[in-house]
């Protein structure tokens, strides 16, 4: 007589899960713990507090890499961390809006930033875009006004000798202004997302950000965000047009730019057909 056999325990066939990073170690007993709001390639961003519960930060945090040798890891990690930082240090001191500084750790790998509140240029668009036919007709000169801030904000960005590396709409904020924040009070009409058209354009994530006078750097820098409104938003692709009117009239030297855009768009074509 045969004893029957057991039935295989499927939890051991079953990988668990993969967990995230962990914390660095001053956060890792932060109350309330900090949120993570996204994970990318290299870095997770987290949402917590700087010195008070009351004040927003944004913690960045670049996990070490265990396929790195450690000495490589961490003189990699040291070097985005720092050159970041200074990339936001120059561009706060210049006038360029985007995030300050409050700390950051390179042997940990993590920076600390300001929070900045409002949603992203890429939303907003989305929002208006995508709304009832006729809803927004006779307001596309709000756009148009988002757009001119859009340009001057990148036109300053490249007069102080600064290239972001990954322009596009999602790395562009709209802080929103008093009015904007008083007026959303309510349901979401015409009135309520003209308002949220107003406000500072703030750029963010510099992560792959350079210093760089280079007209050639500085046409990339133009094409990526084309692209973006190219394929994200296909409807809202003239726009860009007031983006780059704006952008040349921003600095002297913006036309070489442009030129440059050009021959940028021209290599970019061929890359296309050739596949």
Known sequence: M????????????????PSLPSLP?????????PRLITQGAEALLYQTTYLLP??????????????????????????????????????????VQ????????????????????????????DEWLHARDGENEGREEELGRLMER?????????????VHGDLTTSNIMLRPSNAAIEGE????????????LEGEVVLIDFGLAAQSVQDEDKAVDLYVLERAF?????????????VLRVYGESYKGAGVVLRKLEEVRMRGRKKSMIG
């Open 2 to 17: 045969t004893t029957p056999s057991r039935p295989p325990d499927l939890t051991t066939l079953v990988s668990p899960p």
């Open 25 to 33: 170690p001053n956060f890792k007993h932060t109350t309330p713990p």
């Open 54 to 95: 009351t004040l927003p930060c944004a913690l960045k945090h670049r996990p070490s890499k265990p396929y790195r040798h450690p000495t490589l890891d961490a003189r990699l990690t040291r070097h985005r961390i720092l050159a970041e930082a200074r990339v936001l240090v120059k561009c706060r001191r210049e006038g």
């Open 98 to 125: 985007v995030p300050a500084i409050y700390a950051l750790d390179w042997e940990q790998g993590w920076l600390m930033m300001e929070w900045i509140e409002g949603g992203t240029v890429r939303s907003l668009l």
């Open 150 to 162: 859009v340009g001057i904000a990148v036109g300053r960005m490249h007069f102080v000798g600064v």
């Open 185 to 196: 009070v309510g349901g979401k009409d015409l009135g309520e997302r003209v308002r949220r």
């Open 230 to 242: 190219g394929s994200t938003h296909p409807r809202a692709e003239g726009l860009f047009k007031e």
